[in-house]
């Protein structure tokens, strides 16, 4: 989008969030930033059968059983 002095004014497509979720949005971007992929995505906040079905998928191999854990 082009202002009427000529500028071009990126920002008025962006959507507006709340400041608090922005925050915390950005506080565990950063966090996760300098961990490891293992830490950042799967560690402990992951139920087994995602971990196994995303190793699954990486491995081009079959889920061997869904657990429900």
Do not use: C
């Amino acid at each position: 989008m082009v202002s009427a002095d000529g500028s071009a004014s990126w920002r008025a497509g962006l959507p507006i969030h709340p400041p608090a979720a922005v925050k915390i949005g950005k506080a565990v971007f950063y966090a996760q930033a300098q961990m490891s992929l293992d830490e950042a995505y799967v560690g402990e906040v992951m139920a087994w059968d995602a971990e196994a079905g995303i190793g699954a998928f990486i491995a081009k191999s079959e889920m061997q059983e869904w657990t429900g854990k």
